[in-house]
């Protein structure tokens, strides 16, 4: 289990790091939406391993296939099909370690949880399966894009102890995508990539702070009590390998403002409702107000450090051990994409849930 | 939407703060559970309202009932429904705020989705609704402690700006339930008692953090990719109203972390596979680990605070409101068994699971 | 589990024949439908026992209470609680069985499922659970009649060997009411009743069939593959109590005719694609055609009959019963209203379904 | 939506007849079962077309590849990737009829669900998606037979009027595999055939029945109201293409049977609980009861004859057509291994499901 997310926009995803391919199968999908392929090659490349001197060199071309439910250029409202092949997988570097648990990693739970695991590459709980989340993202991202207007941007706020604090409001893609870090502010763009590349030469890896925004989302999307928006966002984001922390809006610093602080106050402006500040992160009481939605994900740092450390063994005898394999020495850069793509995912499913109750009504068509 | 949670411990709830009841079905109880009668109703004293000076002066007596799925004492494996009666809603301090969209509350989103909204007390959008959670919490609790001995503990970490930082490792249920603002760390308690005595007075409110910790959790609970533990523990716990932040383990502070401080080592002790440090908060790639299962969840200051605010009314037209009806000043003492509740039911589903695809191996009978 | 149904427009129930009540929370009711309390009344009136010399003297009110979801008559968009109240039960006819194997009800498969039973009047098996199908299907009725004038009609076609072959163009719920046995044909219907009345004398009970038609159903509705349209029916059908049987449009007839006997050719009239004759019964490749769809149900006898029947207890020791309590001989009547709330409640799930991937433009909103 | 089905055991399916791919996911297979892939291939060759004369000659080798979950021959326990190569579509066959609607086929209600359709091959509503079916069948089957030794053998019972009436509890796999048409009554058989070769000689098709028996199946499995056994069999086999009938043991035929003639008797033999009749067909309360499972599915004829029809086009012109392309005089022998695939998928999931409940409690390990 746990190889599918979303009600009405669906994606179920396979495979493991080191098998034959990755794929996804992306279900609800509204017929009539015309497929910018390229976008979608797009997205993975910015997911990409290899192509950044701070990132893992394993070099695979990430190349999507779509084999099924688009007929001459359109979605034709089935499901989906994608596969992507792994090129460049590695399995020598981990048999060493095939019968030891590599710390913080999946190695012990796995074991826990099936009796055994596929060691190669971490199987199964490797970050590759986020390919298809990309993937998947980046047709949901074309589907609100077409249907709504919605736009999603997601930058690096923080690296280690390097904080951006950029505003939410100012952040464009272009700026993100100008800086090798993906952080949208030159200075700490900088000072983030100085930080990496001396933490690797320690042999040792940074965790870091991913925000983004949707703008444009119409007032309307999520569901009272257990499907609130912020609830689904939360769970995509801490699905995701190395997540640790998740924030809405204000977050946590909500928790040291008063009432008075906090509350934004509403206004009537450009013929709609709106809010002068945004503490609620376009959001409230669950569901999306029209504001911008903003959210903020915090990263462990890579389990794989290159120095020795104490672990056990399947049969609990005490073991030293120095991981080899290529690893990135922090990942939030290529986060950037799949926290877009996760935040794509719940958007688009909230979109297709409020049009099976409101039919067009709320989007004026 | 939304009504519902979990995919084999289900819950399904109704209910609007100032209609006849409040109500759920718990669908998926393992069959033979002695339940506690007394123990489910001391949960939901624990919530209750009017209970201290801190809180909402709304009395409600939330004895539930249990319309099905116990025989002669015991759970029956059939839907269990529950049902509280709701004694004390006064909708008259509601009616002038019928047109009006109160700052940082649900009303112009629900207005948004639905078109119209039922205004007396929130409606769905109230947080009464966690009456129904805490309810259905309490018999995932013993299951939780009938099948495999689990037991979890949240407490009060920080209120406003005054924050605790007690350990999980030391933190008891009589030292929370001794403290009135459920601190388990005496004078942390007292400054925040005077914190929110003093705040009330300046008819203003405050947010805070619950912190939760689950013991004795057995390895090897929660999915891959999209089912992780983490994750579905966030969305259960990003549902819960007023929340803005979630966090597992060293959460945020992870990002600041290098791998080398972060990872904890694996060793074995008292016959089973420990780690030494738990800052991945007892989940590895999603799974448990067997250690401690530690989360934190940040909520916002209550949005209805007793001063002038500025506002729109459902013509879009500038009003000033001073909100009435009963309220607290600071909701997390209420949130701890809450919190709680919403940590069981999350770990009572993946129990579930894990026996589906496990049978019984993983606990040894 | 088991005690939910619907996708979208889902319906949760909980509660055995002699508890306190019986109860169901409808999910995902679009916000703004008028409710007419007296029709959902009205259906569960024509499902209640005692009111016909031929059904079980057992006397329901089956006053159903609203206990959320509907605000000045109006549905909300939120969880609808339904509430009927057991008055009648009298468990003392099943206390001498409590321990012993009931010929073909589910005393023995609940036994083996879940370890021990809750005897009282069958507990959760009891077909009592269908009075909360027949209120949540009279909303899901009143849902499809104003979003897209869709009618559902159901009538008793068989009883024993008694067939009526009513034309399903031709049925009206009028001429059906005006049968006891609801047999719209009125020569079949009294040697139905002749039959009953005989039977009955007898000691022994009757099977029948009940068909159901959908008139004005959009074409669109139902999903590929797996959700086709009969699908969901045959399974909503299955699942009422004593059904052994489904047919869609033809049926098992149409294993014995020729392709060109069964097809249906296409013609163009009152402005919109039609077929000349129905032999798909409204349904091709899984998804509605726009003509009246028709299904059969087959029900098989009663199981509680008042002579001597050989069994086994829980001990396996053999015995010999008479059972005792208030059942129907035959009770397709009674089943009439059942199926067309399962009807009726699979199609509203796929109007809900068809509006999340098209918004309204397949209804010319 | 629909390409889903399965709640703990699920299969998620995508492919066109004529796209490049047909492909499934199959979720929540226990880990540690040593998988057969030459049994899984088997399944897909008694399925596929062009082997022999009496089945359509489109060549399809159907040689399924494994990409994930699979790990030195056993289940992982995660999401298990399927692909199965389409090698020999021939869209040309179809262009004549891109824009008019075959009677009986689905080109008429996927323009009007979706607003156009893919038409090559039928895309997305061809049979074809079958082999997902068979392919995820095979390995629940393998699933069933290693946990609880259940084994599922299917037949055709009729084919047009030729009836077999063959003994459920007679028939073998050996058998039927020794008929073309799968048909284990050698006359019958016979018959069948050479009812076939003088239909087809006509340009015409027939329908039939299959029939399907699953032995060993452990009493407990089935929930209550909503997702009993014979609701999940029927919507199993009512989302077969073609299927327009279902029937559980006695099926219609007990609408005619009086009660004191269809209850089966309980008896105690070979230590375990039995029935000493089976018109229950192995299910009571809609839970199996450890008898055999028994099912009959009706198919309608081939829609695809090779005579003139009257039909119209999508803008509702009066066209006459002649359909071409590879298609089957009847359908019913490749059947047998899709109904026995989807029989052994629904027996499969609600294995799992008991095992939530239950741990391994019922199973006696």
């Not at 099909?81 to 792994?86: M, P, Q, R, T, V």
Request: proline content about 5%.
């Amino acid at each position: 289990m746990g190889s599918s997310t979303g009600r009405l926009f669906s994606v179920t995803t396979f495979g493991e790091s080191h098998g034959p391919a990755m794929g996804a199968i992306v279900e609800g999908c509204p017929p009539g939406i015309m497929l910018d392929l390229d976008a979608i090659q797009e997205e993975l490349d910015r997911r990409r391993p290899g192509v950044s001197a701070l990132s893992s060199p394993r070099k695979e071309p990430d190349q999507v296939q779509i084999l099924s439910g688009v007929f001459e250029g359109k979605t034709t409202g089935t499901a989906i099909g994608l596969l992507i092949a792994n090129k460049d997988a590695d399995s020598s570097s981990y048999a060493p370690f095939s019968d030891v648990y590599r710390p913080s990693h999946a190695d012990y739970t796995y074991d826990a949880k099936y009796g055994f695991r596929d060691w190669r590459g971490g199987g199964r709980s490797s970050a590759r399966e986020t390919v298809c989340r990309v993937a998947a993202g980046a047709i949901a991202r074309q589907v609100l894009s077409t249907l709504a207007g919605v736009n999603v941007v997601g930058w690096v706020d923080q690296v280690g102890s390097v904080v951006s604090n950029s505003d939410p409001d100012e952040v464009s893609r272009q700026a993100v995508e100008a800086s090798e870090v993906r952080c949208p502010n030159p200075d700490a763009s900088a000072e983030m990539e100085g930080l990496i590349r001396e933490v690797r030469g320690q042999k040792d890896t940074l965790g870091g702070v991913v925000r983004c925004v949707a703008r444009g989302v119409p007032p309307g999307l999520g569901d009272p009590v257990f499907d609130k928006l912020e609830a689904d966002l939360a769970k995509a984001c801490l699905s995701l390998p190395a997540a640790k922390g998740f924030e809405s809006g204000a977050g946590f610093s909500a928790a040291s403002m008063r009432g008075s602080q906090h509350n934004d106050p509403f206004m009537f402006s450009d013929e709609r409702v709106q809010t002068t500040t945004n503490h609620s992160g376009g959001i409230q009481g669950g569901i999306s107000n029209g504001m911008d939605i903003v959210i903020s994900v915090g990263f462990k740092p890579v389990a794989t450090i290159f120095t020795d450390q104490q672990t056990v063994d399947n049969q609990g005898d005490a073991r030293t051990i120095r991981p080899r394999g290529r690893h990135d020495p922090c990942v939030v850069a290529r986060a950037v994409p799949i926290v877009e793509a996760a935040m794509a995912l719940v958007l688009c499913d909230h979109l297709l849930r409020q049009r099976a109750i409101r039919g067009d009504e709320v989007f004026g068509s």
